[in-house]
Each structure stands twice: as structure tokens, then as C-alpha cells.
């Protein structure tokens, strides 16, 4: 280049003077645009405050922040603090502050010494442990590793974590702090400490002589409908409700437990959710069938079959596998139509289903009656709906907590008149049947592939259908 003339670039005193001068203009400009569009945006924030205007969550206007681009909206998230952007010692900071809480060191596992296991699954662990300070009994939970997290951030442990800080209800476990053990790099080393409840439903109910009184399952299911009200309330989804995830201590409380499948959802839902959600005994059609776009309806679903699995003291809907859980499902409460269940077609897997056609007289409705003769009229309604197949049809959590069936004789038992059981928690690990697990995330969700329904309800035209009952006739 050497040769060719003047570089493009200032390098003797005219050029930089002209350059000096070139960049005072630029910056009057910027500092005149940033004013107009601060006055612009002062305007626009007394126009929307109208005149009772009260204080709002908006973009700093401090003068200190004049050569920053105007914004062009609303800024949501918290500026940074007035000291770090300004060399100017005189200037105030306005802005608002946001409660961000903040980052403490976490204690130790050491801080508890463990008593027993209560339960070493597949994934989990769960133990009995006690603060070596203040000789509190707790339960201490190793957050799992997440296989799609390996090398990132463990999501569903972090929301575990998250949402269970955020909860405060005397149906939902509480959680006391998190701990870590030495090797705090593993996410097998973080701990959650959690109260300490006796007893999980499905322990109890595998191992009860005689089945729970009409009085105590009124009880259970209020305790339930109120603890999912609350987490719907705050727009948490659990997604994951079945008995070994309700705990119930010795004073008759039940506590919502694992949230490890729980997450926030807005309204409207997010369209695309994970379909692979929910135990599957416990799992609503609409998520066999592949919907992403669900809701509260899901954790509904959940409590119907909680409902009947305290009645009979067994899980109501065992499938083997996801095509023969919406077989039973479809047993238990009738095929869909368009009467009962308009959308049904539209769910990604239901293209693929053959279903038997309409025949006159062909019985293919809710068989929910027949399988619980000794339930009053009120409390078949309670189960039907929150087992309707359509999920707009079910009730909200709320709406079944004012239910009928609460109301009637048998009336609720009070919670402090609960039978006490003996804990096996309190002395070793609580031993059930094989159930299946929960799904993992990232799992793949199985295909239904073309499955073929058509044969599902002969033989039910042989039923012999009377005031309330279905007799079968041999
Ligand atoms: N706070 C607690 N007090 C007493 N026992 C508890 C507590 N939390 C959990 N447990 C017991 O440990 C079991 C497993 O806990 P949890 O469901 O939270 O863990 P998990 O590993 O996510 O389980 P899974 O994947 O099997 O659903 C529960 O079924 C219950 O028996
Ligand atoms: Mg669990």
C-alpha cells in the first residue's frame, strides 16, 4: 500500500481535528434523538397511566442513559443499577427494582445424617434423614439425572426445585432448603430436604386390610382437588398425580409430592408441550392419542383415577402398554363420538383408530356404573366427569371441590379422626408392587400405529342394563 498516497485512515492533524468534529455532531445527534424519544416515551407513559397513574414497571428515564438508543418498547427486564453505566456521582437512580432474590451457598448433606432408605427406584432416591442441629426428622430426595441433561442444564431437577420454592399449601410437601454433597459438579449430588411425611397412598392402599370408608375417601379427595386447585391456581401443571406421589402424614394430611414432571404454563397453553407426560396408568386419552396442546384437564384426569383406585384399593386402568390403555380406557367409559368427545378426531393418533360403527341398540357407553355398584348416585357423577374422555368436559379442580358428592351423607372425616397406619418409611424402605414409572424426558412417545377397536364392545349387547345396574348375562 506504502506509495499509493494518503492512507484512508487519519493520520495527521487534519484529519484528526475533521474526525473530532465529524464525531461532536454524531454524538449532539444521538443526544437530540435520545431526547425526543425520551419526551416521546414520557408522553406515551402519562397518556396509558391515565390519571391515576401508579407506579409501573418501565424503562429507566434517568438522564444518565441519554446516549444509550432510544427503546423502542416497553422493556420488561430489570436495567442495571445507575453506578454501573454512569460516570456521573450526582445522578439518582429512578429506577424501579425487581425482587431477584439472590445466590446463597448451599449447606451441606453432611448437616443430616441419614436413619433408612424409603425408597431406591429405578431412577430416585429417597431417604429418612435427621438435621444433626436441630434433631428435625426430614426427607431427603437426590435429584436425578436427567438423560437429555447429561451435559446441560438438568431441567426438570432446576424446575423441581423452582416450583416447590414457589409453593406454599398445606396439600403440597414442603420443601426446607436444597443440599449438596462434596462433588457439587453432579447434579446426583444435589439434594432436596423436604418434610418428612409417613406415608405415600399407594403403600397404604397396597397394604390396608379393609378399603378406605366413603367418609375417608371424601377426605383424601378433597385434600387432593384442594392441593391440584392451588398448583392450577398458580398455573402449575403436575403431570405426574398418582398414589406413590401422595403422601399422607399421621394427623390424616395428605401432601402433593414429586414434582419432577411439573412445569409453569400460561393461558393459553404453550402449543407444544411434551407428549410423553404422566404415568401410564394415570395418563389422559388426549395424551395417548399425541396431543401437545394440553392443559389442567391432564392432572384431572389423574384424580379420576386416584378417585377409583381408592375405591378398590387398585390401580383402575393397568394398561401394558399405551394401545391397550386406551383400550380400557374405552371399556371403562365408552367409545368417543362426536357427541362425546367433537375434537377427538383431530388428536394426531386418532386418524388411525377403526372404531366400531353406530349399530342401533350397540352398547358402547360409560360402563363406570357397573364397575362400582356400591357408589351413590352422586359419586358415579364425580367419576364420569372427571373421566370424560373430552377434557373440556371434565371439572376444574375448584368446581369439584363444591361437588355434590362432599356434601352428601357419608360426610368427610375429619382429617385428625384418620386412622393411623404404621410407617414404613419410619423403618425401612417401602416396598410395592411393580407399577410403571414415569415417563423420562426426552423420551419418545410410542406410535399407536392403525389400531383397530372394532371388536371392543361385542358381547355388550349381552349386558342387561338396569336401574343403575349392568348385569351380565352368561
Ligand atoms: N417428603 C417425603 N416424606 C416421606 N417419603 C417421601 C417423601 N417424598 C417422597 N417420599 C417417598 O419416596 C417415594 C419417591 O419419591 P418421589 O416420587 O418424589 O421421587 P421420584 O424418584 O421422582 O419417584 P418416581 O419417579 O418413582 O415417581 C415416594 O413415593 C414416597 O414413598
Ligand atoms: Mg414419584
Redesign the pocket.
Given at each position: 500500500m506504502a506509495g499509493k498516497g494518503k492512507s484512508r485512515w487519519a493520520d495527521d492533524e487534519d484529519d484528526l481535528a475533521a474526525e473530532a468534529q465529524r464525531k461532536r455532531e454524531k454524538e449532539e445527534k444521538k443526544r437530540l434523538k435520545a431526547e425526543k424519544a425520551r419526551k416521546q416515551e414520557e408522553e406515551n407513559a402519562a397518556r396509558e397511566a391515565g390519571p391515576s397513574s401508579a407506579p409501573r414497571e418501565g424503562p429507566a428515564r434517568d438522564d444518565e442513559y441519554e446516549d444509550r438508543p432510544p427503546a423502542k418498547r416497553r422493556r420488561l427486564s430489570p436495567e442495571r443499577t445507575a453506578p454501573e453505566v454512569s460516570s456521573n456521582p450526582n445522578a439518582s437512580s429512578k429506577l424501579l427494582r425487581f425482587e431477584g432474590g439472590t445466590f446463597g451457598r448451599s449447606r451441606s448433606v453432611e448437616n443430616y445424617n441419614k436413619l433408612n432408605d424409603?425408597?431406591e427406584?429405578?431412577?430416585?432416591?429417597?431417604a429418612?434423614a435427621q438435621d444433626r442441629d436441630t434433631g428435625k426428622i426430614?426427607?431427603l430426595?437426590r435429584l436425578?439425572i436427567d438423560p437429555k441433561d447429561r451435559s446441560g442444564l438438568p431441567v426438570t431437577g432446576l424446575r423441581e426445585i423452582q416450583i416447590l420454592k414457589d409453593c406454599d399449601h398445606k396439600n403440597v410437601?414442603k420443601l426446607r432448603e436444597v443440599v449438596v454433597g462434596d462433588d457439587t459438579t453432579t447434579i446426583e449430588n444435589i439434594f432436596l430436604v423436604?418434610?418428612?411425611?409417613?406415608?405415600?397412598l399407594?403403600?397404604i392402599l397396597e397394604d390396608m386390610p379393609e378399603p378406605f370408608l366413603a367418609s375417608e375417601i371424601k377426605t383424601l379427595l378433597l385434600q387432593l382437588a384442594s392441593g391440584v386447585a392451588y398448583l392450577h391456581d398458580n398455573w402449575i401443571l403436575h403431570r405426574?398425580l398418582?398414589t406413590?406421589?401422595l403422601?399422607l402424614n399421621n394427623r390424616g394430611q395428605l401432601?402433593i409430592?414429586?414434582?419432577?414432571m411439573a412445569r409453569y404454563v400460561g393461558d393459553p397453553p404453550p402449543p407444544k408441550l411434551t407428549q410423553l407426560v404422566v404415568?401410564l396408568w394415570y395418563r389422559a386419552p388426549e395424551l395417548l392419542l399425541g396431543a401437545t396442546r394440553y392443559g389442567r384437564a391432564i392432572d384431572m384426569w389423574s384424580v379420576g383415577c386416584i378417585f377409583g383406585e381408592l375405591l378398590t384399593r387398585e390401580p383402575l386402568l393397568q394398561g401394558k402398554n399405551e394401545v391397550d390403555e386406551l383400550t380400557r380406557i374405552f371399556e371403562l367409559c365408552g367409545l368417543p363420538t362426536d357427541e362425546t368427545w367433537p375434537s377427538f378426531r383431530r388428536l394426531p393418533n386418532a386418524r388411525a383408530l377403526r372404531l366400531p360403527p353406530k349399530q342401533p341398540g350397540h352398547v358402547a357407553g360409560s360402563s363406570i356404573r357397573a364397575r362400582f355398584p356400591l357408589l351413590t348416585s352422586a359419586g358415579v357423577s364425580l367419576l364420569n366427569s372427571l373421566l370424560a374422555l373430552d377434557p373440556d368436559r371434565r371439572p376444574s379442580a375448584r368446581e369439584m371441590l363444591e361437588h355434590e358428592y362432599f356434601r352428601q351423607d357419608p360426610k368427610p372425616k375429619q382429617e385428625a379422626m384418620f386412622p393411623t397406619f404404621p410407617s414404613k418409611?419410619g423403618q425401612e424402605r417401602?416396598r410395592r408392587k411393580q407399577t410403571p414409572?414415569?415417563p423420562v424426558r426426552g423420551q419418545q412417545a410410542a406410535e399407536l400405529g392403525s389400531v383397530d377397536f372394532s371388536g371392543l364392545f361385542s358381547g355388550r349387547e349381552r349386558e342387561e342394563r338396569g336401574g343403575g345396574f349392568s348385569l351380565r348375562m352368561v
Open positions: 424409603i425408597e427406584g429405578a431412577y430416585g432416591w429417597v429418612r426430614v426427607a430426595k436425578k410437601v423436604l418434610e418428612f411425611v409417613e406415608h405415600d399407594k403403600s405426574d398418582k406413590s406421589n403422601l401432601k409430592a414429586d414434582f419432577g404415568t418409611a417401602r414409572l414415569a
